[in-house]
């Protein structure tokens, strides 16, 4: 176990970017070197990979939220969760959530909201 630099942080992340193929170890999409980041394990301080900015940060926000809800094992909540999403990437069932607003329904209240902001604005 060798910890790191602070100068020698560019040169791993670059090394593991090669390793990883280019792409973000999280997302697995393209990853240009200005836009990477390298990724630790925050309980041990290990290097896991090299993802984007934007993915490493979700990642932190989500793990952040778990801890917070109190769940059992973070493993198996993101676990859960995916086999959750994959079994409902179809409609189940007939009904929508009551709040629910189609892209055209948001649209329209925009629209509604702007005309009331500028109503209010040329009555002062």
Known sequence: M???KQSEIKKVREELLVKQGGVCAM????????????DHNHATGY????????????????????????????????????AYYKLHAEPKTDMIYPSFKTPEERKALAKKRRARRKSKSERH
């Open 2 to 4: 060798a910890k790191l």
């Open 27 to 38: 997302c697995q999409m393209p990853l240009d070197t200005a836009d990477a980041v390298l």
């Open 47 to 82: 290097v896991r990979g090299v993802c984007h900015r934007g993915c490493n940060g979700a990642e932190g926000r989500i793990l952040n939220a778990i801890r917070r809800s109190g769940a059992v094992s973070t493993m198996s909540l993101l676990e859960g969760l995916v």
